[in-house]
C-alpha cells in the first residue's frame, strides 16, 4: 500500500483535509437515504482491497498525525488512559492482536520478530524500536495498552465479560465522540450506553450484548457509527467541552463546506484468548462536507439523511446549532434525484 | 455448529489416568499452533462412528494456556453414557483424528476477587486444571477441594499436590473423608469467590451451601455438562427447509439435526448461552423447556426454544429452520 | 425522581433482609433509619443480633441520639456518627476483618448509598451484593467532568462547580466508581447562555 503519511493539525490551525484517495475510500455509513439505530453488526472479515475493511486493523495517511495529536491528549490528560489492576492478561491480548495485525497487513511499516516470549517490534513511521518479554510489563516503558495504543490509530477499549455482562474495564480514549472514559470505566455495556437515546427502546442494545457475549476468538465482527463534528478536531470529549464547544456556533453559510465534518467510527469487537475479554475499537474517520460532496451519491444523501433524523438524535449528536445552515448549504447538492443502494460511490 | 469454527486435530498421546478415566492429548494435522485460551475454557469435539452416528459433547481443556502447542481433555466413561465417551475410550487411539471447536468460555475466573475456592468432584477436575494454570501465573490466592471417590478414580491428585502444594486438599469417599464444605464457607475473607464442578447432585450441595452461609449468589459459580433431558420421541418438521426430522428419546432437537446433516446455530449446548434459540411456528403438544436462558414469559409464551436441551410433550413441532 | 430513561442511572431495589447471612452491617442516615426499622419488623430477632447499625447523623445537632426505634430492635451493635466521612471510615474498618456471610446494607440518600457501595467495592464486595434503599432527600453529588472535583449536597439544575466554578448541567449519568452523576459544562456553545437554576434534587 503507497501510504505517505501527511503532517497535519487536528486543532488550533486544523490543517488536516483528506487526499482524493482519501475521500474515495472514506467510510460513508449511510446505505439509504434515512437514518435508524440497527445492531449493524458484520463479520469484520477482509474487506474490498484499499478500503477501510480490508485489514483488522487500518492504517491511513493521518497516522503519524494522528498519533502526534493523541500524544498531546495525553500529556494533557494522563485519564485518557485507564486499567483497572484485573485487566493486564487483556492488556497482553490486546497487544497482541494489534501488533500481529499491524505487522501482516503493513510489513513496510511495522515489523514483529518473535522468539518464544522475546518479542522484537519495530515501527519506522514513528520511529520506535523495543525489544521486550511478552507478558512482563517491567519490560516495557509505559502498560501494554497504552504501548501500542500510543501506535495505533483509533481509540480501544476492553472488556472484562463476568455476570451476563461486558464491563468497560480499561481504555485508551482520546479521539472519543464526547465521553469520559473516566468517568464511564468501571461500567457495564447497558450503563454506559445509558445517555443513548431511543436506541434502549428499541432493544438494540439488548440484543446487540447477547450477540456481544457469544463473540468467538477468530470471529470478529464491525458495525459503523456516525455523528458530526465542526472543525476536524479529534479529541471531542466531554473534558474539554467547555473548550471546544462553542465551534459549533461557528459556522457560516460560507464556511460550511470547511468546517462541518461528518465523522465516521469504524468499531471492531474481537474476542481474546487469554482474558476472555473483548476488545473493542472505536476507529475514527473525518471528512470535510467539501470534501464529501465530491462524490455525488453522498452529496445528495447526506441532507435527506440529516432531514430524516428525529429530535432526540439531533440533539444527542450535538447537530443542533448548526443543522439547518449546513442543510441549506448542503441543499445545492441534492437535485432529488433518486440514489442507488449501499454506501459506495457509483 | 455455530459461526465457531472446526479444526481437525490428531490424537498424539492416549494415558488411563484413573479407573474409567483417560487423558488425551493432541495436535492441529497441519502441525499448526493451536490457539491459546482463558482457564476454564471448552472445546466441542465431534466424534463419528463408522454407522454415521454422530456425538458432539464438550470437555475442558485441561493443560496450561500458555502451551498452546496441543490440548488435553479427560474424559470420564459415564454409567449411563449415550455413547460418546464410550466411543472416546473405545475407538479413539494415538493417531485418531477428530473434529474439534476452538475454546469457548463459559466458566471464566473472576478476575475481581480477592480469592478463589475451586471445589471439584470426580471429572469436574478438569476446568480447574487450566483455571490453576492462570491462577497461579497470576499470583492469585485460590485453594482447591478435591473430591474423589477414591484413589484409583481420583485422577491427578499426586500430579496436582506436586504441583501446587498445600493449595491441594483431597477427599476420599472410600476413605471416610467428607469435604468440610461448611465450615470452608464460614472461613473465606469477603469477597472470596467459590467455583463448583462436578456431578449435579455435589454442584446443588455447594450453591445451596454458599447460600445458606450468606454467599450472595454473584460469589457462586459453577459449570455442568450434563446431557440434555431425555423424552418421548417426536417429529420435528423445518419449514424453510421443508423436511421433516425424527427426535429420538435419548437425542436433543439439536442432536437430530446434526445427525441429518443439518448445522443450525449452537454454541453451550447445555440451554444457557442463548445461541440456538429457534422459532416454533406450530406445535401439537406443550413446549419442554429445559434451558437456563429465556425468560418466564418467553417460555410461556410458546413461540421460542432452544434445540439445544427443550423438547415437546406432543408428537410434532415445526420450527423456523 | 429516581426514575430516569437513562440506563445508567442506578436503581435502589429496597432493603430486603438476608435471612442466611451469618452478619450484617447496616449504614443509614435519619431517613435511611425507617427504612431499616421496616425491614427489621419484616425479619426476626436473630437478624437484629447479628447486625451493626451505623447511623450517620449530620443532618442533627443531636447526633447522640440513637433512633429508639433502633434501640428497640436490640441489634448487637448501633453506633451514631457525626458525618458521613466518619460512617464511612467505621464500614471500611468493619469490612476489612469481615468474613464472607456478611451482609452489607445502605439506606438513606444516593451519596450515603453511594460511598457504602464504593467502600464495599474496596474490599471485592461486588455492587449489586449490597441491599440499598432510597430515602429523604434526592441531592446528589456530582463530579465536573472538566476539573474531576467533587461537589456535595447538590440540589440545584444547574450547579457551579466547588473547584472550577464552571456552571454544570448535572445529568443523571452516574459513576459507581465516584458515586456521583456527571456534571457537564452547561454553557459550553454561547458562554453565559446559562438556564435557569431549578431546585430539583431537594
Not at chain 1, 227 to 239: A, F, G, H, K, Y
Not at chain 2, 155 to 179: E, I, K, W
Request: one cysteine or more.
Amino acid at each position: 500500500m503507497n501510504l505517505v503519511f501527511k503532517n497535519e493539525t487536528f486543532r488550533d490551525d486544523f490543517t488536516f483535509s483528506n487526499s482524493p484517495a482519501a475521500i474515495r475510500r472514506f467510510p460513508f455509513p449511510f446505505h439509504e437515504d434515512k437514518y435508524m439505530y440497527s445492531v449493524n453488526i458484520e463479520p469484520h472479515v477482509p474487506g474490498p482491497k484499499g478500503s477501510p475493511f480490508e485489514f483488522p486493523i487500518d492504517i491511513d495517511e493521518h497516522y503519524v498525525s494522528e498519533m502526534a495529536d493523541r500524544a498531546k491528549v495525553l500529556e494533557q490528560d494522563p485519564k485518557r488512559c485507564q486499567a483497572l489492576p484485573h485487566m493486564m492478561t487483556a492488556q497482553w491480548d490486546m497487544l497482541e492482536l494489534l501488533m500481529t495485525s499491524m505487522a501482516a497487513s503493513y510489513p513496510e511499516h511495522f515489523t514483529l520478530n518473535r522468539d518464544g516470549d522475546r518479542w522484537h517490534w519495530i515501527n519506522r513511521p514513528l520511529k520506535i524500536e523495543q525489544k521486550f518479554v511478552f507478558g512482563d510489563a517491567s519490560t516495557l516503558p509505559v502498560g501494554p495498552m497504552e504501548f501500542i495504543g500510543r501506535q495505533c490509530q483509533g481509540d480501544f477499549s476492553l472488556q472484562d465479560q463476568r455476570d451476563n455482562q461486558l464491563w468497560m474495564d480499561a481504555g485508551i480514549i482520546t479521539t472519543q465522540a464526547d465521553w469520559s472514559l473516566d468517568f464511564d470505566v468501571g461500567m457495564n455495556f447497558t450503563e454506559w450506553h445509558g445517555p443513548v437515546p431511543l436506541a434502549h427502546q428499541a432493544r438494540v442494545f439488548e440484543r446487540a450484548l447477547k450477540f456481544l457475549l457469544n463473540l468467538q476468538n477468530g470471529h470478529p465482527v464491525r458495525r459503523l457509527n456516525w455523528t458530526m463534528t465542526i472543525n476536524p478536531r479529534l479529541d471531542t470529549s466531554p473534558e474539554n467541552f467547555h473548550k471546544w464547544g462553542s465551534d459549533r456556533m461557528t459556522v457560516t453559510p460560507e464556511n460550511v463546506g470547511d468546517k462541518v465534518h461528518l465523522r465516521v467510527e469504524l468499531q471492531g469487537l474481537w474476542r481474546l484468548p487469554r482474558s476472555n475479554a473483548v476488545l473493542f475499537s472505536i476507529r475514527c474517520y473525518l471528512i470535510k462536507l467539501r470534501e464529501l460532496v465530491t462524490v455525488p451519491k453522498w452529496g445528495r444523501r447526506l441532507p435527506r439523511v440529516l432531514q430524516s433524523l428525529p429530535p432526540e438524535l439531533i440533539d444527542y449528536k450535538g447537530i443542533t446549532r448548526y443543522r439547518d445552515t449546513t442543510l441549506e448549504w448542503l441543499s445545492k447538492y441534492d437535485d432529488g434525484a433518486p440514489t442507488s443502494p449501499g454506501t459506495l460511490p457509483d | 455448529m455455530t459461526s465457531s469454527s472446526t479444526r481437525r486435530v490428531r490424537v498424539v498421546e492416549v494415558e488411563p489416568v484413573a479407573d474409567r478415566i483417560k487423558r488425551f492429548r493432541f495436535v492441529d494435522v497441519s502441525g499448526e499452533k493451536l490457539p491459546t485460551f482463558s482457564g476454564g475454557s471448552h472445546v466441542v469435539v465431534t466424534m463419528r462412528a463408522p454407522d454415521g452416528h454422530l456425538w458432539r459433547n464438550p470437555y475442558s481443556l485441561m493443560g496450561s494456556p500458555a502451551d498452546a502447542s496441543s490440548y488435553q481433555i479427560s474424559v470420564c466413561r459415564a454409567d449411563d453414557s449415550r455413547g460418546g465417551s464410550d466411543y472416546m475410550h473405545d475407538n479413539v487411539r494415538v493417531g485418531s483424528e477428530l473434529d474439534v471447536t476452538n475454546p469457548i468460555n463459559l466458566f471464566s475466573i473472576a478476575r475481581k476477587a480477592r480469592k478463589h475456592l475451586l471445589i471439584a468432584g470426580g471429572i469436574g477436575i478438569t476446568p480447574f486444571m487450566s483455571m490453576m494454570h492462570e491462577l497461579a501465573a497470576a499470583n492469585a490466592n485460590f485453594e482447591l477441594h478435591y473430591k474423589v471417590r477414591s484413589q484409583t478414580r481420583g485422577a491427578f491428585c499426586n500430579d496436582l499436590v506436586r504441583q501446587y502444594g498445600s493449595r491441594v486438599h483431597t477427599y476420599r469417599s472410600d476413605a471416610g473423608h467428607a469435604l468440610p464444605l461448611g465450615t470452608l464457607l464460614r472461613d473465606q475473607p469477603v469477597g472470596t469467590h467459590l467455583y463448583v464442578c462436578g456431578p449435579q447432585a455435589m454442584i446443588d450441595w455447594a450453591l445451596e451451601s454458599g447460600r445458606a452461609a450468606g454467599w450472595p449468589h454473584e460469589n457462586l459459580h459453577s459449570e455442568h455438562f450434563s446431557a440434555p433431558r431425555p423424552g418421548s420421541p417426536f417429529t420435528v418438521k423445518l419449514a424453510r427447509s421443508e423436511c421433516e426430522i425424527q427426535v429420538g428419546p435419548q437425542q436433543s432437537i439439536l442432536e437430530a439435526l446434526e445427525q441429518n446433516g443439518i448445522d443450525p446455530p449452537s454454541l453451550c449446548r447445555g440451554g444457557a448461552c442463548g445461541q440456538c434459540e429457534t422459532r416454533v411456528l406450530a406445535r401439537t403438544g406443550a413446549l419442554q423447556h429445559n434451558d437456563h436462558y429465556l425468560t418466564e414469559e418467553e417460555k410461556l409464551g410458546g413461540e421460542k426454544i432452544m434445540i439445544c436441551v427443550s423438547r415437546t410433550a406432543g408428537n410434532c413441532l415445526t420450527l423456523d429452520l | 425522581m429516581l426514575v430516569s430513561d437513562i440506563k445508567s442511572r442506578p436503581i435502589y431495589p429496597g432493603l430486603e433482609p438476608d435471612l442466611y447471612a451469618l452478619s450484617n452491617l447496616i449504614v443509614c442516615d435519619r431517613a435511611g433509619a425507617e427504612a431499616v426499622s421496616d425491614m427489621m419488623r419484616r425479619a426476626d430477632a436473630r437478624f437484629a443480633e447479628r447486625s451493626a447499625i451505623l447511623i450517620c447523623a449530620e443532618d442533627f445537632d443531636q447526633w447522640k441520639a440513637i433512633d429508639e426505634a433502633i434501640q428497640g430492635f436490640k441489634p448487637a451493635v448501633a453506633t451514631t456518627f457525626p458525618s458521613l466521612n466518619d460512617t464511612i471510615l467505621e464500614l471500611d474498618a468493619l469490612l476489612g476483618g469481615a468474613k464472607m456471610g456478611v451482609c452489607v446494607y445502605a439506606a438513606g440518600s444516593e451519596p450515603l448509598i453511594g460511598s457504602v457501595v464504593q467502600t464495599a467495592m474496596r474490599h471485592h464486595i461486588d455492587h449489586r451484593s449490597v441491599r440499598t434503599e432510597h430515602r429523604g432527600s434526592l441531592k446528589r453529588r456530582v463530579q465536573c467532568v472538566h476539573c474531576k472535583a467533587l461537589t456535595e449536597n447538590v440540589t440545584t439544575n444547574p450547579v457551579k462547580c466547588s473547584g472550577c466554578g464552571l456552571m454544570l448541567l448535572v445529568r443523571d449519568h452516574y459513576s459507581r466508581r465516584f458515586a456521583a452523576f456527571q456534571g457537564v459544562c452547561i454553557d459550553a456553545e454561547v458562554p453565559g447562555e446559562i438556564p435557569e437554576q431549578k431546585a430539583e434534587f431537594l
